[in-house]
């Protein structure tokens, strides 16, 4: 199943970058492109994971937890997009980075585990959910105990991450 999502992620893509160039626009897509594999793109997302991660425990510092799940979400998702580069992808669709890093977890070409998945699907509780709920709703957070939870799934896996950017010798706290 994730196998035919990547192969339409792959074809929306390729169709999307030739409309623009038909239309003279810059190259965009929403979907995936293959690359080579990239390691500097990959530790750029890994910077990215970083700093948003710093930001969240600025906001939840600040009281402010509606707002830092969003960042956490971030944080995560880049921490996949550097994933994805490293294997050679490059995306621009969240489905289909999460297609993509699920097929590589299924392939065995990833050994970080399928919760960091199950955190992107839409379930009640997810890291998905509480973005979309607390970005596009009106209620405001005030249950740091969702957070607490998030934060350290982030940091868990911004070292994974960095494991499987840079080896083990490049792990250092955030």
């Not at 990547?6 to 160039?21: G, H, V």
Request: aromatic residues 12%.
């Amino acid at each position: 199943m994730e196998d035919k999502h990547i192969e339409w992620c792959l074809k929306k893509a390729e169709k999307e970058i030739k409309e623009c160039k038909r239309l003279g626009k810059k190259s965009k897509h929403r979907g995936l492109v293959k690359i080579t594999p990239d390691i500097e793109e990959a530790k750029k997302h890994i910077e990215k994971a970083e700093h948003y991660f710093k930001t969240t425990n600025y906001l939840v510092q600040g009281g402010i937890f509606d707002v830092s799940l969003g960042t956490i979400f971030y944080s995560m998702y880049h921490c996949f997009l550097g994933i994805a580069a490293k294997f050679g992808y490059e995306s621009g669709n969240q489905k289909c980075t999460v297609a993509l890093i699920n097929s590589l977890i299924e392939r065995r070409k990833l050994d970080i585990g399928k919760k960091y998945v199950n955190f992107f699907k839409y379930e009640n509780g997810s890291i998905i959910e509480l973005r979309e709920d607390y970005t596009y709703g009106t209620e405001i957070n005030k249950d740091k105990s969702k957070n607490d939870f998030f934060i350290k799934e982030a940091k868990d896996l911004i070292d994974l991450t960095k494991e499987i950017i840079y080896g083990e010798s490049h792990l250092n706290n955030i």
